[in-house]
């Protein structure tokens, strides 16, 4: 059988979370909520969206323009946001890894140390960046390869 997942894109966790954001929404308890209203539940589950965003997301989730979207709609966009969302991720870790001197095709690796400067100076961020990069850094080379630096990024949210 096809697991959750499959079908919706959102792991369990997710779907609830979805689920909380909904009801909250739909007072009534009809399956649904006002179109307008999903702006609102989209930046209450954390969600960063355009204006326009918005709208092709209303638009697509109501599709009769009845201004309303029900439940189902409502998990679709959520999963779509997702699915966008990890597509830019990706892009935007390779940017990152190219511009600390890997290749654009995912090749090549870039240095611990000047990775561990750019971490604590330039973003002044708080994790323990040379633990991280202990753990990661199987080989011990001091070299950072792609899979390394999407992992350390992935461990850091």
């Avoid at 959750?4 to 009809?30: I, P, Y």
């Avoid at 539940?41 to 997301?57: A, D, N, P, S, Y």
């Avoid at 009769?64 to 966009?77: C, R």
């Avoid at 961020?125 to 202990?134: G, S």
């Amino acid at each position: 059988a096809m697991s959750n997942e499959e079908e919706t894109g959102l792991t369990k966790e997710e779907e609830a979370k979805c689920w909380e954001a909904f009801s909250a929404f739909d007072k009534d308890s009809s399956g649904e909520i006002d179109a307008n209203e999903l702006r609102v539940v989209l930046e209450m589950m954390g969600q960063k969206t355009t204006e326009e965003e918005i709208f092709r997301m209303i638009s697509e989730a109501d599709a009769e323009n009845t201004g309303l979207i029900k439940y189902d709609q409502f998990k679709k966009v959520i999963a779509e946001q997702k699915k966008t969302q990890s597509l830019t991720n990706e892009e935007d870790t390779l940017d990152a890894f190219v511009s600390l001197g890997g290749e654009p095709n995912g090749e090549g690796s870039i240095d611990a140390k000047r990775l561990i400067q750019i971490i604590k100076y330039d973003f002044e961020m708080t994790i323990d960046i040379e633990k991280l990069i202990e753990d990661i850094d199987e080989d011990g080379s001091g070299e950072i390869e792609y899979d390394e630096f999407r992992n350390l990024l992935s461990s850091s949210d």
